[in-house]
């Protein structure tokens, strides 16, 4: 299994962004997927989750309003999407996939796959 993502880079405040994430050898539509952040000298923190079938997206209270999570079954793929970017956005992005279907979407420990990240830094 790997998950590959993609989209990060040097943005300015107030700019969005839209990461995308691509599963390979996994079916797809059978894992809850999510978006966790890292940011320098902190833990891993949650972003985001969506279901297998995409029907319920969760977001870290941080999250809402700004963020927005998707999925494309046929594509492999996930995307998050971030509006209105701030310097607090700055940090590594991770994709995660997770067969368990226990409903702890902001537990690390649900998730059995992560990506390589990608980097998102935002100038003000």
């Known amino acids: 299994v ?7 880079g040097l943005v300015q405040a107030g700019d969005s962004v839209t ?5 390979y050898r996994l079916i797809f539509s059978q894992y809850d997927m999510a978006w966790f952040r890292q940011a320098p000298g902190k833990e891993r923190e949650f972003v985001s989750a969506i279901t297998s079938t995409g029907k319920s997206s969760i977001y870290a209270d941080s999250a809402k309003g700004r963020f927005i999570i998707s999925r494309d079954n046929a594509e492999n793929t996930v995307n998050l999407q971030i509006n209105n970017l701030k ?9 995660a996939a997770a067969w368990s279907k226990r409903r702890d979407y902001e ?5 059995t796959y ?3 990240g990608t980097q998102v830094a935002v100038s003000s």
Not at 2 to 8: K, N, T
Not at 87 to 95: H, I, K, Q, R
């Open 107 to 111: 537990n690390k420990e649900k998730y």
């Open 2 to 8: 790997e998950l590959v993502e993609s989209g990060g």
């Open 87 to 95: 310097p607090d956005d700055t940090a590594v992005y991770y994709c």
């Open 19 to 23: 990461l995308s994430c691509v599963g």
């Open 114 to 116: 992560w990506g390589q």
